[in-house]
């Protein structure tokens, strides 16, 4: 209730591309948990090179241990997950070096993981990194439809509170 009386109605987040390369929609994504939306509304990319950036302003939620995915909660509370590849979980880490742990406030544009992308294509289904709206029911999501983007710099989703 007091959440909705004095939370953060009207903010919005723009998040940039927190990787470069090819822009994927998530109904494209070869796997149903991210193409049929289950964890969220959201976009992906076909990473061109192996660093991911922070793509907001916000806290690190988790990081797995893998360090194949990471969390970030924003102050408006949007809650984003960029997950590297598709089956990455399967590497154990190997091939992914994180640069921040649970708990790390971050700005727009900070590294947080690098991987071997020729690594990730030879043992993953996919390099393709979906970045989702965890919490995505409590706000609306605008997508960008720029086919090419770049990480920090190319604006890829504004999130509104509803």
Request: aromatic share 4%; charged share 25%.
């Amino acid at each position: 209730m007091f959440k909705k009386l004095f939370g953060n109605k009207g903010k919005s987040v723009i998040l940039t591309a927190p990787v470069s390369g090819e822009l994927v929609a998530l109904e494209e994504v070869p796997d149903p948990v991210f193409s049929q939306k289950m964890m969220g509304e959201g976009i992906a990319i076909d990473p061109a090179k192996g660093e991911v950036v922070s793509p907001v302003d916000g806290e690190i939620v988790q990081l797995f241990p893998t360090k194949h995915a990471v969390g970030i909660k924003t102050k408006s509370g949007a809650e984003i997950l960029i997950h590297i590849g598709l089956e990455t979980v399967a590497m154990e880490g190997e091939g992914f070096e994180a640069f921040v742990s649970q708990g790390d406030k971050v700005k727009a544009g900070d590294k947080l993981i690098t991987f071997d992308i020729d690594l990730v294509k030879e043992k993953a289904k996919s390099t393709v990194t979906p970045i989702i709206i965890t919490n995505s029911d409590e706000f609306a999501v605008q997508l960008n439809d720029e086919q090419q983007v770049t990480s920090g710099a190319t604006n890829l989703m504004t999130v509104n509170t509803k």
